[in-house]
């Protein structure tokens, strides 16, 4: 299996419940990412991960809990989420390096609402 | 700071007639810049990218965009517009410390018959 595969593909859930998203890259690189791509607002970039470290987290409540185990796998904890947090959730990987600026290669996405 | 700044929410073509969508940047380092396309219920799919090499970039399914230093843009374009182009499209630039891509808010292209 090639390229980024995200599971659920759908996913609905009440706002006390609690699930993870998760992502797969079998394309080697070393930095991975969650955005959320709500209607009508631009892609909002939420964590990146880089060699497992995470080295930005842009301002994201704490009811989205990121965990990358290693550099293949990335997760999103959700926990008492709100109905503002329905959107597809996107991830994404690339390599990143000294010189390199290449560029990201999504997954299909996993589509969340919050009821 | 790195952002782009996409001209033009919606966009209509008919079939075999030009397509353009306008993307401007502001950058404070040489940009690397990049167009996807997302269809519906997918995720985005890279369709070019600039990285100085050359200022005309060709990608995918007969697009092509120009970077213009002097404009600071990087505006898509096909020559002939075919159905199945009707998608939305993005373009992004690297963050300034090169670790990430930040978004434009998409063009949502129709084309008709």
């Known amino acids: 299996e090639t390229g980024v595969t995200q599971t659920p593909r759908h996913l609905v859930m009440g706002m006390t419940n609690k699930k993870s998203l998760k992502c797969e890259q079998h394309?080697?690189?070393?930095?991975m990412y969650w955005y959320k791509q709500s209607a009508k607002k631009p892609l909002e970039l939420m964590f990146v991960y880089s060699l497992e470290e995470r080295v930005e987290n842009n301002s994201v409540p704490s009811r989205f809990s990121p965990e990358c185990p290693n550099s293949s796998h990335l997760f999103l904890h959700l926990h008492t989420l709100q109905p503002e947090d329905s959107a597809l959730y996107l991830c994404?990987?690339?390599?990143?390096?000294?010189?390199?600026?290449?560029?990201?290669?999504f997954g299909q996405g996993t589509r969340l609402t919050v009821v | 700071a790195q952002s782009v700044t996409q001209l033009g929410s919606h966009v209509s073509v008919s079939e075999g007639a030009l397509v353009l969508l306008r993307c401007n940047y502001s950058?404070?380092?040489?940009?690397?810049l990049f167009w996807y396309v997302q269809y519906p219920n997918q995720g985005l799919q890279l369709l070019l990218k600039?990285?100085?090499?050359?200022?005309l970039v060709k990608g995918i399914n007969g697009f092509e965009a120009e970077f213009k230093k002097s404009e600071t843009s990087f505006h898509l374009t096909k020559p002939s517009a075919h159905m199945s182009d009707a998608a939305e499209y993005f373009c992004?630039?690297?963050?300034?410390?090169?670790?990430?891509?930040?978004f434009g808010k998409g063009t949502t292209l129709s084309v008709s018959s």
């Open positions: 600039y990285t100085s090499a050359a200022t």
């Open positions: 992004a630039v690297h963050n300034q410390a090169g670790t990430a891509l930040i």
């Open positions: 394309l080697g690189h070393n930095a």
């Open positions: 994404a990987s690339s390599l990143l390096g000294r010189g390199l600026n290449t560029e990201a290669f």
């Open positions: 950058s404070s380092v040489p940009p690397y």
